[in-house]
Nanobody, 115 residues
Framework: QVQLVESGGGLVQTGGSLRLSCALSGSILNINGLGWYRQAPGKQRELVADMTNGGSTKYADSVEGRFTISRDNAKNTVYLQMSGLKPEDTAVYYC?????????WGRGTPVTVSS
């Protein structure tokens, strides 16, 4: 079992920045990939960014160059640094951890970008 707890969401103006955190606990050694997803009202959940254990990253086209995913192994935490925020980035952001057996999700943290 892997537990994930997101934090850092909030209200920010267009052009602002936020850093989301996802604290990991449990069977962390079984994790082979981490990611951030988001779900806006009335829309499907979508990938924002993900990272393999080897450090390879992938970003949605809509956030490329503005968002950065990173991991601090000493703190068992994965981050999503978001800058140049736009109203269309408004969503609930979820942390995700993949093992060979299943995928785990946090409960999400809301981000609202005002215009």
């Amino acid at each position: 079992q892997v537990q994930l707890v997101e934090s850092g969401g909030g209200l920010v103006q267009t052009g602002g920045s936020l850093r989301l955190s996802c604290a990991l606990s449990g069977s962390i050694l079984n994790i082979n990939g981490l990611g951030w997803y988001r779900q806006a009202p009335g829309k499907q959940r979508e990938l924002v960014a993900d990272m393999t254990n080897g450090g390879s990253t992938k970003y949605a086209d809509s956030v490329e160059g503005r968002f950065t995913i990173s991991r601090d192994n000493a703190k068992n935490t994965v981050y999503l640094q978001m800058s140049g925020l736009k109203p269309e980035d408004t969503a609930v952001y979820y942390c995700n951890a993949k093992t060979n057996r299943r995928t785990y999700w946090g409960r999400g943290t809301p981000v609202t970008v005002s215009s």
